[in-house]
């Protein structure tokens, strides 16, 4: 089971509809969660951060989280054709024994598609 | 300037060849990643630094990729007798690493091509 998993997609949206990402992950002590945007030769840009069960809006993205089901999603309203890019989600590892965040784990991205 | 920086930008080097990439961090912050990214694929974790010492380096995928950060900031990749294989965008990002505040910021990244 990889650590981080999303679907690859793509996922194609008409411009103006909802665009959902979803990632699940592995690791049950996971305390801190991130969407990064990743457009086509360019490196990824976080767009979200979310820490606490329940949602995050910001803008047109809402964040969702819940630690019982191990589930992060990204939810995208209004999506313009701007918004066509990979989307990553990214999961600090919590480090067993240890207070301490551990390494930051990416999934393989979800390609969208906001089609005018 | 206040973003990760990378050097160099571009990197194609022969088969069997040694290479060092270069990344400086925003300043301050503590934790700094490598990741290794091929086309299509996710960021894969190689190695992260707290402050001078590497917590992690499991991603490294063998004993040709050694990673240094000797004062805390600067960082530097090396790979040994480089192969084809090992083409791919190297990515550094670094992150203040404060309780949960652990917001980690990519560099434009290093594509090295090996030939």
């Known amino acids: 089971q990889k650590e981080v998993e999303q679907n690859s997609g793509p996922l194609s949206v008409p411009e103006g509809a909802i665009a959902s990402l979803n990632c699940t992950y592995s690791d049950r002590g996971s305390q801190s969660f991130f969407w990064y945007r990743q457009y086509s030769g360019k490196s990824p840009e976080l767009i979200m951060s979310i820490y606490s069960n329940g949602d995050k809006e910001d803008g047109r993205f809402t964040a969702q989280l819940n630690k019982a089901s191990q589930y992060v999603s990204l939810l995208i309203r209004d999506s313009q054709p701007s918004d066509s890019a990979t989307y990553l989600c990214?999961?600090?590892?919590?480090?067993?024994?240890?207070?301490?965040?551990?390494?930051?784990?990416f999934g393989q991205g979800t390609t969208l598609q906001v089609k005018p | 300037g206040a973003g990760v920086s990378q050097t160099p930008s571009n990197k194609v080097t022969e088969k069997g060849k040694y290479v060092e990439l270069r990344c400086d961090p925003i300043s301050g912050h503590t934790a700094l990643y490598w990741y290794r990214q091929s086309l299509g694929q996710g960021p894969e974790f190689l190695i992260y630094f707290q402050g001078t010492g590497a917590a992690d380096d499991s991603g490294l995928p063998n004993d040709r990729f050694f990673a240094v950060r000797p004062e805390g900031s600067v960082s530097t990749l090396k790979i040994q007798r480089t192969e084809r294989g090992d083409s791919a965008v190297y990515l550094c990002?670094?992150?203040?690493?404060?309780?949960?505040?652990?917001?980690?910021?990519f560099g434009q990244g290093t594509r090295l091509t090996v030939v």
């Open positions: 990214a999961v600090n590892m919590h480090a067993v024994g240890s207070s301490n965040t551990g390494k930051l784990i």
């Open positions: 990002a670094s992150s203040p690493h404060l309780d949960r505040d652990t917001e980690a910021f």
